[in-house]
């Protein structure tokens, strides 16, 4: 029965990237006929990204959340044109495409905040369009997680083949990293993506921590800071390990299976083993909001938009991890 079905909100993504074409692929899968699905967004940009993949879909159209009905069916169009049809050049930043793209991700948090969708799935957005069209964020989660209210901490994880990856630091200077890493700091991002891995159906997380310094030697961190960090998960009953020294850190977590997810220190020494290992699988899930939020971890691809090359194992894998996380989370309710 589609009403025991979780609501998941799908959003095309920015208008002059891969985002339609992607999720017009998408929306072909069988995967999506396991959810309840709401397609957020403006009627000529999905027609144009079915032109695109040479898909079509089964959507019935709406424009408002009041009028659907899961009993007749379970594929959504909520249709937020409002008599406009603007066309968007394609690998083209602009305010128009800015401003369509949070037209849509603002009605979805607000459905999400009035728990009529479980999980929001979006295609690639570009920061400066949407910093263009409005946008006083710093990026999309901070933006998610003012209009959600979230107050307790929050952050990124990167997945690769359902291998996770947290840090304690993100786009800051390296020579102010070492003022950051300080137990309370590093526990946090630790427990964090326990839970969400825990919510993503592994029952008991192996979390591996990166050290700071070569070999896990050369300093004073581990020893002041990151051991006592793991020491602490442990006492909670996190299955926590480390740290492990940053430069073979990938080979022994993610390349021998021996950890399903690690936290680092600060941004390049996860991305650059993550991205080494699978840069064309990767998914971003949005850590410590109160509905699972799950993107492709590539860009708006402008230089293939529209060409129909553009990769769907990304959007596929990201689409599952909401479906995934939005059974689990709301299975009771």
């Known amino acids: 029965m ?3 079905k979780k609501n998941i909100a799908i959003l095309l993504g920015d208008p002059s990237g891969i985002g339609p074409e992607l999720i017009s692929k998408l929306l072909s899968k069988e995967i999506t006929n396991k959810a309840n699905i709401i397609v957020i967004g403006e009627k000529n940009i ?7 993949s040479g898909k079509s879909n089964n959507l019935k159209f709406v424009e408002n959340f009041e009028q659907i009905n899961f009993e007749d069916g379970n594929k959504f169009f909520l249709d937020i044109s409002k008599g406009k ?21 603002n009605l979805a948090l607000d459905l999400a905040k009035e728990n009529k969708i479980h999980a929001i799935n979006f295609g690639p957005f570009n920061k400066t369009s949407m910093k263009l069209g409005g946008n006083k964020f710093s990026d999309e989660l901070h933006l998610m997680a003012e209009k959600l209210n979230v107050k307790s901490y929050f952050c990124e994880f990167n997945v690769v083949d359902n ?7 993100s786009h800051i200077p390296i020579i102010e990293v070492p003022s950051h890493i300080k137990k309370e700091n590093i526990i946090k991002p630790i427990k964090l993506i326990n839970d969400a891995m825990i919510l993503n159906g592994i029952k008991k997380p192996r979390v591996a921590v990166q050290a700071l310094n070569p070999h896990a030697e050369f300093g004073k961190e581990e020893k002041e800071e990151i051991i006592p960090a793991i020491e602490e998960a442990k ?15 990938f080979i022994t977590a993610f390349k021998n ?19 080494a290992f699978g840069f064309d699988r ?4 949005q850590g410590g909001l109160p509905v699972p939020i799950t993107t492709p971890a590539h860009g708006t691809a402008f230089d293939i938009a529209g060409k129909n090359i553009a990769n769907l194992e990304p959007t ?7 479906l995934t996380m939005a059974e689990n989370k709301f299975k009771n309710g």
Not at 46 to 52: F, K, P, S, V, Y
């Open 316 to 322: 596929l894998q990201s689409f599952k991890i909401a």
């Open 257 to 275: 299976k021996n950890h399903d997810c690690i936290v680092g220190m600060y941004h390049d020494a996860l991305q650059s083993g993550l991205k």
């Open 163 to 169: 291998f996770w990856t947290a840090r304690v630091t």
């Open 85 to 105: 049809n603007h066309n968007y050049k394609i690998a083209e930043c602009s305010k128009e495409s800015g401003e369509s793209v949070l037209e849509a991700l």
């Open 282 to 285: 990767g998914v971003t899930v």
């Open 46 to 52: 999905l027609e144009n990204g079915n032109i695109i």
């Open 2 to 4: 589609s009403l025991e």
């Open 235 to 249: 006492k909670i009953g996190i299955n926590a390990d480390g740290p492990l020294p940053c430069d073979t850190s």
